[in-house]
């Protein structure tokens, strides 16, 4: 099955202990985007990588890091987390291409507490 | 940069209503238009997609939107509703040859039995 895969699915942790949600696609899409979904504000962009070794800030990178070593696998890494990056994360992939690069196909999303 | 305004925070309506959500995008260039939609307890998908051609577009489970260029307008129309509608509602721009896309606050709808 088609699919984007996030871990974890739930995940309660403290302020400056590091992190990493990690994301893959089994679909060999070369699009990959994360984005933070917060009440009020819908989703932003974090980062996204339009192939292997090519990354990108999106609205809201502050405070994230991303790799994108491999082409299936785009993990976002929070070095140092705060209670601001309290949210629901979703990563998302497509083929790419000035249209197709958001038709965007979803993971479950993460929801992440920093206490 | 395009932004996405979506009119509606929570819609609540009841069964066999009809429904418009509305979506202006600020930016004078070529762009391409999305509804996504996310009911409770699944994944964010498309719902449907304007890149070019006829305006008024279908999607899935009888949803439509009709793109106004002159009005910067993506609005999402379902003449009846069911309670299987009742999700959460996104608009989503994309400047022609940006790979950044911009989402809408999210319209939640609400339909009653």
């Known amino acids: 099955e088609a699919q984007v895969t996030q871990n974890p699915r739930y995940l309660i942790t403290v302020t400056g202990k590091k992190l990493t949600v990690t994301c893959s696609q089994n679909?060999?899409?070369?699009?990959m985007s994360w984005y933070r979904q917060d009440p009020g504000l819908g989703l932003r962009q974090i980062y996204y990588?339009?192939?292997?070794?090519?990354?990108d800030k999106g609205d809201v990178p502050e405070g994230y890091k991303v790799s994108r070593k491999e082409k299936r696998n785009f993990p976002l890494i929070l070095e140092s987390p705060s209670p601001n990056q309290t949210s629901l994360y979703f990563c998302?992939?497509?083929?790419?291409?000035?249209?197709?690069?958001?038709?965007?196909?979803f993971g479950a999303g993460s929801r992440l507490t920093v206490l | 940069a395009q932004s996405v305004s979506q009119h509606n925070h929570h819609v609540i309506l009841s069964e066999a209503a009809s429904l418009e959500l509305g979506c202006n995008y600020s930016?004078?260039?070529?762009?391409?238009l999305f509804w996504y939609v996310q009911y409770p307890g699944q994944h964010l998908q498309l719902l449907l997609k304007?890149?070019?051609?006829?305006?008024l577009v279908k999607g899935i489970k009888g949803f439509e939107a009709e793109f106004i260029k002159s009005k910067f307008s993506f609005n999402l129309r379902k003449p009846s509703v069911q309670w299987s509608d009742t999700a959460e509602y996104f608009c989503?721009?994309?400047?022609?040859?940006?790979?950044?896309?911009?989402f809408g606050a999210g319209t939640t709808v609400t339909v009653r039995a």
């Open positions: 998302a992939s497509s083929w790419g291409g000035t249209s197709g690069a958001n038709v965007l196909t």
């Open positions: 679909m060999n899409h070369e699009y």
């Open positions: 990588s339009m192939n292997v070794e090519v990354t």
């Open positions: 930016y004078g260039g070529t762009v391409n």
């Open positions: 304007y890149f070019s051609g006829d305006p």
């Open positions: 989503a721009v994309n400047a022609r040859g940006d790979y950044k896309l911009s």
